[in-house]
């Protein structure tokens, strides 16, 4: 049986990540330029071959400043490592349409083992006659496995930024023909 290639429709979906400020507010962001794709072996995706390429200087807060400090050596230093990367080693079925996905993360060129949570969002056809397929896909990392430790001390002594990191990705596919 021949395989079939799913690409992430860019145009709609997202990439965002969330992380705790002062312990007392979230700031979220998203990468708004990535590719990836599935590889399933029929309409089905349990046993999903999936990869994720981000380009990481796409980071985007909202704040141009905050952007440039996360590009720098303090964090992602995207001059020497200018993508994240994701490769699946499973994706299985947990019940109805909620699955999980274990794959390898590559973030500063440490590459870590991250299980996240995937739910099937639907298949339909759009109005060119292309199936789609969505998934949200919600997990967290430990910031410091990937050496990203840059922090600051709030004036009570605390962490200034967590070190927890929220991924949410809302992904649609497209099957290739």
Sequence with gaps: MSK???????LHSEVQFKVKHLVISTVTG?????????????????????ELT???????????G???HLRNGDFFETETYPQFQFKSTS???????????????????ITKEVELEAE???TERDP???TKVGFEVTGTIDRKD???TFNSLTETGGLALGENIKILANVQLAKQV
């Design 54 to 64: 981000i380009d990481v200087d796409s980071v985007d807060t909202g704040q141009p």
């Design 66 to 68: 905050r952007d440039e």
């Design 128 to 130: 060119w006659g292309n």
């Design 146 to 148: 990937f050496n990203v």
């Design 30 to 50: 998203s990468f708004k330029s990535f590719s990836g794709s599935a590889i399933t072996e029929s309409d089905e995706f349990t046993n999903a071959e999936i």
């Design 4 to 10: 079939i290639v799913w690409n992430i429709d860019p």
């Design 91 to 109: 994706f299985t079925k947990i019940k109805g349409d909620l699955y999980k996905l274990t794959g390898n993360l590559t973030i500063k060129g």
């Design 120 to 122: 099937y969002g639907g």
